[in-house]
Structure formats: structure tokens, C-alpha cells
């Protein structure tokens, strides 16, 4: 099936550590993004990628790092300097003006 | 991209037409409307976009006013599984970002 996947659904973060979560496409899309939803909000955009080894800060990037070395696939990396990390994290491709949407990771901390 | 406004939340009776209001008094002309909805704990999907005509595809209308500051979301008939928050969302198309400002959206419950 084409879509985009992310993994893990669910993930907990240490103090201190730096996780990643994972997002593939098979779309065949250009652009990428991250997003960022904390409980009854709307999206926030952390990071997005309009081409291969291109990516630009969203609106709060601070604390997180991406990675754009292959078309389907935009990882994002939460490090411990993100002091608040706890949310449900979207990412997203863009085709044609519409986008795409993973199902979602939800990362806690212990 | 203009701002949105939305009422928090609405109820529909299955089977009813569930009708979806947004406000967007600051859109410009080059923007246009889009609406996305979210069932619970997953991601957002994609329904219907407008710039000034009425649009109309296999999940719902988009009924847009003539001077462009509102529009409506028609769901003809309404399922459980319609129960999601809703988004409208206004932006440029080609955009350079993947900036969309959701919002909170619109709660709609779909009762029995």
C-alpha cells in the first residue's frame, strides 16, 4: 500500500536521551514535514524538507533535528534539550497541494 | 496564511446532513480554503479545497461565500465514523512551507 509510515506508535524518552522517530514514504513526494500536537491543539510545524538533503526550521524546531538523505524517508531526532517533549507527532508529504499523514507517534517521558 | 475561526464543537444525527462553518474574514486573494478532519489519535486526512466556486468530491461539499469570508463543509450524510475534528484551514497554493495553521478545529459528533 503507498502512504507513510511512522514508527513507533508509541515511544518513552528517558531524561537526557535523544529519540528518534521514523517516517517512510512511498509516495514519491518531494516535500516532507513534522508536526507537532499537543493535547486538544491544533498542528505545529517543526521541521519540513522540500527536497533530498534540504530541510528548514518550522515554527519550534528548537530541540529537535532532522535528516533528509533519502527522498522517502525524514527522520526526527527529540534531544534532551527539548525539555517538554511529551506529544503526538505527525509527519507529513505534500503532493499536489494536498498532504499526506502518517498515523501518528506518541512519545512520553518516563 | 489568514487566520480561521470555527465553533468548538457540533452534534449531527446520523443519516442528517452535518454542516460545518469556518470564518476567514482576513483571506486574501490568492488563498484558498481547505478542510482536513482528524479521528481520534490519528493523523489528519485530507477532504475538499476551494478558491471561490463550490466544490464537490466524494466525501463532502465545500460551499464558499461569494465574498469569500466564510465557508461551509457539507457532509451529506452523515456516518458514525464521520466523528472527528474538523479543520479549515486558508492557504496560498504553492506555497514554499508546509505551514498550515490548524487550529482547534470543530468537534463533531455524530449521534445514533
Known amino acids: 500500500d503507498g502512504g507513510i509510515t511512522q514508527s513507533p506508535k508509541y515511544l518513552f524518552r528517558k531524561e537526557g536521551q535523544n529519540v528518534t522517530l521514523s517516517c517512510e514514504q512511498n509516495?514519491?513526494?518531494?516535500?516532507m514535514y513534522w508536526y507537532r500536537q499537543d493535547p486538544g491543539q491544533g498542528l505545529r510545524l517543526i521541521y519540513y524538507s522540500q527536497i533530498v538533503n534540504d530541510f528548514q526550521k518550522g515554527d519550534i524546531a528548537e530541540g529537535y533535528s532532522v535528516s533528509r538523505e533519502k527522498k522517502e524517508s525524514f527522520p526526527l531526532t527529540v534531544t534532551s534539550a527539548q525539555k517538554n517533549p511529551t506529544a503526538f507527532y505527525l509527519c507529513?508529504?505534500?503532493?499536489?497541494?494536498?498532504?499526506?499523514f502518517g498515523s501518528g507517534t506518541q512519545l512520553s517521558v518516563l | 496564511d489568514a487566520k480561521t475561526t470555527q465553533p468548538p464543537s457540533m452534534d449531527c444525527a446520523e443519516g442528517r446532513a452535518a454542516n460545518l462553518p469556518c470564518n476567514h474574514s482576513?483571506?486574501?486573494?490568492?488563498?484558498?480554503v481547505y478542510w482536513y478532519r482528524q479521528i481520534h489519535s490519528q493523523g489528519p486526512q485530507y477532504i475538499i479545497h476551494?478558491?471561490?466556486n463550490n466544490e464537490t468530491n466524494e466525501m463532502a461539499s465545500l460551499i464558499i461565500t461569494e465574498d469569500r469570508k466564510s465557508s461551509t463543509l457539507i457532509l451529506p450524510h452523515a456516518t458514525l465514523r464521520d466523528t472527528a475534528v474538523y479543520y479549515c484551514?486558508?492557504?496560498?497554493?504553492?506555497?514554499?512551507?508546509?505551514?498550515?495553521?490548524f487550529g482547534q478545529g470543530t468537534t463533531l459528533q455524530v449521534k445514533p
Open positions: 509516495l514519491n513526494h518531494d516535500a
Open positions: 484551514i486558508v492557504r496560498a497554493r504553492r506555497s514554499n512551507t508546509g505551514k498550515l495553521i
Open positions: 476551494g478558491l471561490k
Open positions: 482576513t483571506i486574501s486573494g490568492n488563498e484558498y
Open positions: 507529513a508529504s505534500n503532493m499536489n497541494e494536498k498532504l499526506f
